[in-house]
T-cell receptor, first 114, second 109 residues
Framework: DGGITQSPKYLFRKEGQNVTLSCEQNLNHDAMYWYRQDPGQGLRLIYYSQIVNDFQKGDIAEGYSVSREKKESFPLTVTSAQKNPTAFYLC?????????????FGPGTRLLVL | KNEVEQSPQNLTAQEGEFITINCSYSVGISALHWLQQHPGGGIVSLFMLSSGKKKHGRLIATINIQEKHSSLHITASHPRDSAVYICAVRKGGSEKLVFGKGTKLTVNP
C-alpha cells in the first residue's frame, strides 16, 4: 500500500535536547510538507520541499530544521531553540494530476516535553 | 482576522440529519480543500475544488468563487462521520495552504 509513514507515534523531549521526527513516503511525490497542529488552531506550515535537495521555510520555521536527501524521506528536527515544541506534527505530500491536486497526510507524531 | 474562517466550530447532530459546514476565505485562491481528521489524528483529503460542485457518496462540496465561500454537506449523517472537518485554501500562485481551525462534528446514534 502506498502512503506516508511517520515515526514515532509519541516522542518525549527533554530540555535542551534535539529530536528528529521521521517521515517516509512511497508515493513518488515531489512535494512534501511539515505541519504543526496545536489545540484550537489550524495547521501551520513549518517547512516544505518541492524537490530533492531543496526546501523552504514555512510560516513557523524557527527552532526547526529539515533535510531532503532522498525523494522518499523528509525528516524534521526539533531543536533546543524551539521553546514550545509540544504539539502534534503532521507530514504531508501532494499529488498533482492535471489541474487536480490531492493532499496525503501521515498519521502524525505527538511530541511532548518532559 | 484569519484568512480562512469555518463555522460552526462545533456541531452535534442526530443520525440521519443533513449537515452543512461552512468555510469563508478572504484571499484570492486557486484551490480549496476539504479534509477530514479522525480522533486518532490522521487526516484524509475529501475534495479539492476550484469551481462548482463535487459529490462523493453522501458528501457534497460546493464553492462560490465570487462570494469566497464553500460549503461541505453530509446527507444521511452517521456516527462514523464524527470527525473534525478542515477547510484549506491555496492562495493563487502559492505553494502553501492556509488552514481553517476546523469544525468538530459529532453525530449521535
Amino acid at each position: 500500500d502506498g502512503g506516508i509513514t511517520q515515526s514515532p507515534k509519541y516522542l518525549f523531549r527533554k530540555e535542551g535536547q534535539n529530536v528528529t521526527l521521521s517521515c517516509e513516503q512511497n508515493l513518488n511525490h515531489d512535494a512534501m510538507y511539515w505541519y504543526r497542529q496545536d489545540p484550537g488552531q489550524g495547521l501551520r506550515l513549518i517547512y516544505y520541499s518541492q524537490i530533492v535537495n531543496d526546501f523552504q521555510k514555512g510560516d513557523i520555521a524557527e527552532g526547526y530544521s529539515v533535510s531532503r536527501e532522498k525523494k522518499e524521506s523528509f525528516p524534521l528536527t526539533v531543536t533546543s531553540a524551539q521553546k514550545n515544541p509540544t504539539a502534534f506534527y503532521l507530514c504531508a505530500s501532494r499529488a498533482l494530476h492535471g489541474d487536480q491536486e490531492t493532499q496525503y497526510f501521515g498519521p502524525g507524531t505527538r511530541l511532548l516535553v518532559l | 482576522k484569519n484568512e480562512v474562517e469555518q463555522s460552526p466550530q462545533n456541531l452535534t447532530a442526530q443520525e440521519g440529519e443533513f449537515i452543512t459546514i461552512n468555510c469563508s476565505y478572504s484571499v484570492g485562491i486557486s484551490a480549496l480543500h476539504w479534509l477530514q481528521q479522525h480522533p486518532g489524528g490522521g487526516i484524509v483529503s475529501l475534495f479539492m475544488l476550484s469551481s462548482g460542485k463535487k459529490k462523493h457518496g453522501r458528501l457534497i462540496a460546493t464553492i462560490n468563487i465570487q462570494e469566497k465561500h464553500s460549503s461541505l454537506h453530509i446527507t444521511a449523517s452517521h456516527p462514523r462521520d464524527s470527525a473534525v472537518y478542515i477547510c484549506a485554501v491555496r492562495k493563487g500562485g502559492s505553494e502553501k495552504l492556509v488552514f481553517g481551525k476546523g469544525t468538530k462534528l459529532t453525530v449521535n446514534p
